[in-house]
């Protein structure tokens, strides 16, 4: 845990010279980078609302611009939406300042009052719900139906840890002694720096920021460069419901500069917190940078969920289940099913009808027409891997039941896609693929199946389909996975614990477990008496 210990010790006269040191000034009454000349940015086009349009970092309680600015591009024309500050190493740490000095008085604040403040913060999301979810579809490209959903389900998670604020408990435990009692406090680990991914770019912050707030820390968030219009517009009403400066900073940039801004973020000693959702490949390098300094990690990274139908389930409801878990948000999710293995007898029915379903209910289209079910991807490198996947696959055997290419509307549209014949040779058999992609691998036992399922270094989601209750025991607790669906393909809810196994991360988010990811442990031996 960062101590406060310092900052007291030396005052504000020390660490003003500690922030010189690091290239920093006061801007408006708050830290910023010096030397860069300063700047305004021109928000986005018409129908955007413009209330919660924000191009600046938001550091100490301040707006603070940068040298320069990175467009925001809308997924499904390529349009400018804007253009947003791209900050650098020097904001990150001057971020992290602001939020290690709030931390020191943000610590002793009562959790009833962080229960207060976290709620009227969830209060504002709900009532700018709709302006929220025009924000998500703008740039994600998501429809805005799944768009408003996303707010739900982000605001909810201020909600719940707005109560779970109240709830951190300790333990007084009896020792042999009889003149002794032992304590177990649970306090708050200190700044903690949040980065976050493009498909969720609103309930992947909320997610994390409200379990953190309601532990007691203090937060600097780092959007994905694609979705920062996201971040801003939560610190817009994070600063309306009276959030203290420097509790909830937000830290803008361009995708050139993430690799240095990262590094700056992880690697401060006034960090004691490292949370992070995206690819394994960028969690390991932010674990390497944890590692120098020992910093708390939890982390949300890669998966390749299985989808099990087995010959007892209701071919209707794993279908259903199956466009639920695939098709969301165009197959932009981590736990998305990946693999369909689809027992024998039950094969050609099941394809069959997903088929028709597909063809019958998905609507490729721009986020913000209503008849809109597969918004685009969200670049063209997204759709290249698609089609990389689905050419792999082809050349090797599989065939094309539904969909197959890229979709007329644009360069970032993909059909949604259905292949059977599917091998595990094939690159969708063991990459995850994030797209619009359903390769089935048709297979004879259940013993085959769960080797199969397990056969990858991740193991985030897993889902199947059985009515056979002996068999549902055995597959939920063979799989190798940290969350699975029995007859379900909608898992997440802000009550239950999210994360995975295998190299599919560490922790979990949300629940009564996701506050512990920002609290310590202390044992205190009360002697004489």
Sequence with gaps: MASCLWFRSCGAGHLRLAL??????????????????????VPGPGGLPTTLLRTNSFVGGCWLPAAAAFPVLDPASGAELGRVADCGAPEARAAVCAAY??????????????????????????????????????????????????ILYSALFLEWFSEEARRIYGDIIYTPAKEKRALVLKQPLGVAVVITPWNFPSAMITRKVGAALAAGCTVVVKPAEDTPFSA????????????????????????????????????????????????????????????????????????????IVFDSANVDQAVAGAMASKFRN?????????????????????????????????????????????????????????????????????????????????????????????????????????????????????????????????GLAGYFYSQDPAQIWRVAEQLEVGMVGVNEGLISSVECPFGGVKQSGLGREGSKYGIDEYLELKYVCFGGL
Excluded at 105 to 124: F, I, M, Q, T
Excluded at 366 to 394: M, R
């Design 101 to 150: 000095e709030a931390f020191c008085s943000w610590r002793g604040v009562s959790a009833k009052e962080r229960s207060s403040l976290l709620r009227k913060w969830y209060d504002l999301m709900i009532r700018h719900k709709d302006d929220l979810a025009k924000i998500i579809t703008a740039e994600s490209g998501k429809p805005l139906k799944e768009a408003q959903g996303e």
């Design 232 to 307: 801003l517009a939560l610190a817009e009403l994070a600063n309306q419901a009276g959030i203290p400066p420097g509790v909830y900073n937000v830290i803008p940039c361009s995708q050139k500069k993430a690799k240095d801004v990262g590094e700056a973020l992880c690697t401060d000693p006034l960090v004691s917190k490292i949370s992070f959702t995206g690819s394994t490949a960028t969690g390991k390098i932010l674990l390497r940078h944890a590692a120098n300094s020992v910093k708390r990690v939890s982390m949300e990274l890669g998966g390749h969920a299985p989808f």
């Design 330 to 458: 165009s197959g932009q999710t981590c736990v998305c099913s990946n693999r369909f293995l689809v027992q024998k007898g039950i094969h050609d029915s099941f394809v069959k009808k997903f088929a028709e379903a597909i063809k019958t209910n998905l609507h490729v289209g721009n986020g913000f027409e209503e008849k809109t079910t597969q918004g685009p991807l969200i670049n063209e490198k997204a759709v290249e891997k698609v089609e990389k996947q689905v050419n792999d696959a082809l050349s090797k055997g599989a065939t094309v039941v539904t969909g197959g290419k890229r979709h007329q509307l644009g360069k970032n549209f993909f059909e949604p896609t259905l292949l059977s014949n599917v091998t595990q040779d094939m690159l969708c058999s063991h990459e995850e693929t994030f797209g619009p992609l359903a390769p089935v691998i048709k297979f004879d036992s259940e013993e085959e199946a769960v080797a199969i399922a397990n056969a990858t270094d991740v």
């Design 20 to 41: 010189h040191d690091r290239g920093l000034c006061r801007v408006a009454g708050c830290w910023g980078p010096g030397q860069a000349p300063l700047r305004a940015y």
